[in-house]
């Protein structure tokens, strides 16, 4: 019996602290998945996109994307862009955390197909909750398709 594939926590945020608490609060709600930290968009999509810019590299894993939106080289926006508009990682989970609640932002990015969208700075709890509902969400989507 196989289980599903380990899901790799991608973290795109700049802002040390953050990434620091971000990561305190995974682990605090039992999550041991493996992250791995980006401070900066284009590094981030390199990972994401591999040296093809396909995101062929990363067929056959499950990822989770934390995105800050304010990024030193790049708008988290446009990273959301790139990951959706990709064949190979479109349907990657995305929640985006940022310091803004703008109505028009936070619908900016749920139309451009963020999953989950955390304020920051980020309450534990709801940080928690969307964990969870995404890994109840990925759950579901490893099981083999019947057929």
Do not use: W
């Not at 682990?27 to 990972?47: C, H, K, Q, W």
């Not at 955390?97 to 534990?124: I, W």
């Amino acid at each position: 019996m196989s289980g599903s594939k380990p899901v790799t926590i991608v973290m795109i945020e700049d802002d040390e602290g953050h990434a620091r608490l971000i990561e305190k609060n995974i682990r605090r709600a039992g999550v041991t998945n493996e992250i791995m930290a980006f401070s900066g968009g284009l590094p981030a999509l390199d990972y994401l996109l591999g040296p093809d810019g396909t995101g062929a590299v990363q067929n056959g894993r499950t990822l989770l994307v934390l995105l800050d939106l304010n990024l030193p080289d790049m708008s988290g926006i446009d990273i959301l862009s790139r990951i959706r508009s990709s064949k190979c990682i479109a349907r990657v989970m995305v929640i985006v955390l940022t310091t803004t609640d703008d109505p028009r932002e936070v619908q900016h990015c749920f139309s451009l197909g963020a999953n989950v969208y955390v304020p920051k700075p980020m309450q534990y709890d709801r940080f928690v909750e969307a964990i969870r509902q995404l890994g109840l969400f990925m759950s579901v989507m490893a099981l083999p398709e019947v057929g």
